[in-house]
T-cell receptor, first 110, second 113 residues
Framework: RKEVEQDPGPFNVPEGATVAFNCTYS??????FFWYRQDCRKEPKLLMS???SGNEDGRFTAQLNRASQYISLLIRDSKLSDSATYLC???????????FGTGTRLKVLA | GAGVSQSPSNKVTEKGKDVELRCDPISGHTALYWYRQSLGQGLEFLIY????????KSGLPSDRFSAERTGGSVSTLTIQRTQQEDSAVYLC???????????FGSGTQLSVL
């Protein structure tokens, strides 16, 4: 079983739609959680960290469920520019290794 | 620029040759990571540096892979006797060790023929 698992998609949604992605992690000692965005043929860039109480950044909301070992990303009012691959990232307590999921591809349609 | 710089951006080599990939992290960043990404795949962790030491080398796929970092700055990833399965994008990232935010370079696309 992979340490971090994501639905690869693609998720094709119309502009203005709300879309949500989940990511599950296998190690209960996981401590830090992040969402990165990767555009085609580009390097990943941090979108947001995920805090235990959940957090919001504009149209983006991230949540953590430790009991079920998953994190989620909600995008409201999708824009064409949101089209990208969203990578779930986890760090386990006591290590400095950041484990990346394989990503969920989002395509926002006009 | 102030970002992470990687060179070369593209490298084509023949099977069996050695290659060196270079990473210049953001100035002052103590943490440095190497990942590789195969076509359509996620990022695979290779190695982590804190300063010049590598406390975690667990991701290096075989003894053909090695990496070093000098002066707490530039890092070189060396692949000896390259194989076709080594073809991938090799990404370097640096971090300040506090914020847990990683800054990635644009990668080296390695093609082994």
């Amino acid at each position: 079983r992979k340490e971090v698992e994501q639905d690869p998609g693609p998720f094709n949604v119309p502009e203005g739609a709300t879309v949500a992605f989940n990511c599950t992690y296998s190690n209960s000692a996981s401590q830090s959680f992040f969402w990165y965005r990767q555009d085609c043929r580009k390097e990943p860039k941090l979108l947001m960290s995920v805090y235990s109480s959940g957090n919001e950044d504009g149209r983006f909301t991230a949540q953590l469920n430790r009991a079920s070992q998953y994190i989620s990303l909600l995008i409201r009012d999708s824009k064409l520019s949101d089209s990208a691959t969203y990578l779930c990232v986890v760090r386990t307590s006591g290590t400095y290794k950041y484990i990346f999921g394989t990503g969920t591809r989002l395509k926002v349609l006009a | 620029g102030a970002g992470v710089s990687q060179s070369p951006s593209n490298k084509v080599t023949e099977k069996g040759k050695d290659v060196e990939l270079r990473c210049d992290p953001i100035s002052g960043h103590t943490a440095l990571y190497w990942y590789r990404q195969s076509l359509g795949q996620g990022l695979e962790f290779l190695i982590y540096f804190q300063g010049n030491s590598a406390p975690d080398k667990s991701g290096l796929p075989s003894d053909r892979f090695s990496a070093e970092r000098t002066g707490g700055s530039v890092s070189t990833l060396t692949i000896q006797r390259t194989q076709q399965e080594d073809s991938a994008v090799y990404l370097c990232a640096s971090g300040d060790g506090g914020s847990e935010k990683l800054f990635f370079g644009s990668g080296t696309q390695l093609s082994v023929l």
